[in-house]
């Protein structure tokens, strides 16, 4: 069974500080490793994917890869209150269907 | 070049009706998988749909059935509706090959009464 574990959180930091989230994966054959924010009755929102091992930065996200220990983070600096929304961590691996985790909650309070 | 397309967005039926729900993937992407997401359980796979072929099927039961046609848009259909199967049902579209992203669609949020 392929997992992808998120702790649920709520995750809560202020305004202005970087929030990081975590997601380790079980299946070792994995190849892309994506983000995706979703805020409340709405869709996922595709906002980071990674393919290799270390870091990929896109403005105020920096999401990071170690297979080797089989996790994938994501780093928001300057976090600001519409950031406030549930992530999901999703895997893709020999299989080609996406597998999600539970996703984490985020509050960003002002 | 245009996103993954979901309709009808709402839908309200009753117990014991049936529905089908519709996915048009992004042009060029032959994999749509489908998903139900629920406040108590996440993001459920229900099954994958590849060149008109089902390539990968998740743990529902026999009512969750869905087909693809020649220009790879999807049908979802749930028969004998219960009262569980409310939900948000997504689609995701990829190009099903490896290291490839994959968009989701807007949902289509079911409620069964």
């Known amino acids: 069974q392929k997992e992808v574990e998120q702790n649920s959180g709520p995750l809560s930091v202020p305004e202005g500080a970087i929030a990081s989230l975590n997601c380790t994966y079980s299946?070792?054959?994995?190849?892309?490793f994506f983000w995706y924010r979703q805020y409340s009755g709405k869709s996922p929102e595709l906002i980071m994917s990674?393919?290799?091992?270390g870091d990929k930065e896109d403005g105020r996200f920096t999401a990071q890869l170690n297979k080797a220990s089989q996790y994938v983070s994501l780093l928001i600096r300057d976090s600001q209150p519409s950031d406030s929304a549930t992530y999901l961590c999703?895997?893709?691996?020999?299989?080609?269907?996406?597998?999600f985790g539970r996703g984490t909650s985020l509050i960003v309070h002002p | 070049k245009a996103g993954v397309t979901q309709t009808p967005r709402y839908l309200i039926k009753t117990r014991g009706q049936q529905v089908t729900l519709s996915c048009s993937p992004i042009s060029g992407h032959r994999s749509v998988s489908w998903y139900q997401q629920t406040p108590g359980q996440g993001l459920q796979f229900l099954f994958e749909y590849f060149s008109e072929t089902q390539r990968n099927k998740g743990n529902f039961p026999g009512r969750f059935s869905g087909r693809q046609f020649s220009n790879s848009r999807s049908e979802m259909n749930v028969s004998t509706l219960e009262l569980g199967d409310s939900a948000l049902y997504l689609c995701v579209s990829t190009p099903g090959a490896e290291g490839t992203e994959a968009f989701f669609g807007q949902g289509t949020r079911l409620t069964v009464v």
């Open positions: 999703a895997v893709i691996g020999g299989s080609y269907i996406p597998t």
């Open positions: 990674i393919y290799s091992n």
């Open positions: 299946d070792r054959g994995s190849q892309s």
